[in-house]
């Protein structure tokens, strides 16, 4: 039978789940795996958690050279979150040639090429299954299930506590603060909120899918971000009416080799797979260009469901005999990434105007000068203060450089009041 010494950094929602499933599936490893997986050590100064979770105190510390100089440990798992120490504590252990395990996504996004440079000095493995959508297995899927494909699309829900408050705020109604403060105490968000809401934490899960499918560097920053925190009821309800689901969503696409990636509030049509994705479930559909389409659904967060994927690597690490690196460069400086800023999709834009003859033509005038078709055009009957009403355009597909070109000119628009919300709708 072999052993494997694991050591957990940090006890939180994830460290606490893996933990549990470790103890829970002991017996589980040694018969269907032939492993004897233990954990030798704990980093943590929480106590109090170590004692609720029942760990051996005699194993806990707050000093990582405990982890580094322990010949039986050969991985590593880290559930600290953020860059430091995170960092510092994987490189020195992947130097001292212990295989790291993590869930790191903002790590593995903006320093991953660190990282991999650690790891290959000291032989050892990086794992990362966790970093991405909790508990799906989307990694292991890009990496051994697609090389038949060139990948030709990903589109994700990639982030359990804005799916879990867009379904709170379209399905009951429930005001944003209310459904955030639901989600934290569900222990899906992340510590800051912001990670969450403002799309950061998708952003660095798209960087990651997208960079291994498509084999080539996916930075972070080159990815346009939008968060949920200026999302209205009043656009979900009428977007429900005119049969749409709005999600945050995490796109990229490979268009002939050009990448072009972006994070931000979509409607989806009420019969796509994505759009029935709630509460704080994920899913991943991606376009292969043998396998046609496949989505994965599943939990994204919260401590087992995480905790599976962090143990699902532990278990895969240890049946390797060489850890395998990425066969492309990862750092950037590639020259054959190029990057699409000026995005095609379609737009559902709410205005509130004058209700007076001509307003709707002069809009449709401006529209039509800068080549945006309209799909759909709803006004509200609902007149407001000074004569006001809600107009509702949905665009056919058209370039975002000349909706804002539009948008700009009509705001200035005698009778125009304010242009309310730009939402795109992707089909
Ligand atoms: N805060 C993240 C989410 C946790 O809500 O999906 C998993 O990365």
């Not at 850890?323 to 699409?340: E, M, Q, T, V």
Request: with cysteine; charged share 25%; proline share 3%.
């Amino acid at each position: 039978m072999k052993k494997i010494g694991v050591a957990l950094l940090g006890l939180g929602t994830v460290g606490g789940g893996t933990y549990r499933i470790l103890r829970k599936n002991h017996e589980l490893f040694r018969k269907n795996e032939g492993l004897d997986i233990n954990v030798l050590h704990v980093i943590e100064r929480n106590m109090k958690r170590v004692e609720e979770l029942g760990v051996d105190p005699a194993i806990v510390s707050e000093n990582i050279d405990d982890v580094v100089n322990n010949p039986d440990i050969s991985i590593v798992c880290e559930f600290f979150g953020g860059i430091e120490p995170a960092k510092t504590f994987l490189i020195r252990s992947l130097e001292a040639g212990k295989s790291i395990v993590t869930a790191n996504k903002e790590l593995f996004s903006k320093h991953w090429p660190e990282l991999e440079a650690a790891a290959k000095r000291g032989k050892a493995g990086l794992y990362f299954e966790a970093s991405c959508v909790g508990g799906v297995p989307v990694i292991r899927t890009i990496c051994e299930g697609m090389q038949a494909n060139t990948v030709l699309s990903i589109k994700g829900i990639v982030n359990g506590t804005t799916n879990y408050i867009l379904s709170a705020m379209s399905k009951e109604g429930t005001s944003y603060a209310d459904a955030l403060k639901k989600a934290q105490e569900l222990g899906y968000a992340e510590a800051n909120p912001s990670a969450d809401v403002d799309g950061f934490d998708a952003t660095y899960k798209l960087s990651i899918l997208s960079t291994l499918a498509y084999h080539k560097k996916v930075p972070v920053e080159r990815i346009y971000r939008e968060g949920i925190s200026g999302v209205s009821t009043k656009d979900i309800a009428i977007g429900g009416s005119l049969g749409y689901t709005l999600k945050l969503l995490a796109i990229s696409k490979n268009r002939n080799g050009k990448i072009e990636a972006r994070v931000h509030p979509a409607f989806i049509k009420n019969e796509h797979p994505l759009a029935s994705v709630s509460g704080s479930f994920n899913a991943v559909h991606m376009v292969g260009d043998s396998v046609g389409d496949i989505m994965m659904y599943g939990r994204g967060a919260g401590d087992l469901p995480t905790g599976s994927a962090i143990v699902s690597d532990i278990v895969y690490c240890a049946k390797q005999t060489k850890h395998a690196y990425l066969p492309f460069k990862n750092d950037g400086s590639s020259r054959d990434c190029d990057f699409i800023t000026d995005f095609e999709s379609k737009y559902y834009i709410r205005l509130t105007a004058v209700d007076k003859c001509g307003t709707l033509g002069k809009i449709s005038t401006v529209f039509g000068k800068n080549r945006v078709g309209i799909t759909t055009v709803l006004q509200k009957d609902t007149v407001g203060e000074n004569g006001t009403t809600d107009i509702i355009f949905v665009t056919h597909d058209t370039f975002e450089s000349a909706v804002r070109k539009a948008l700009k000119e009509i705001s200035s628009l005698e009778g125009v009041k304010s242009v309310d919300a730009v939402i795109r709708v992707e089909d």
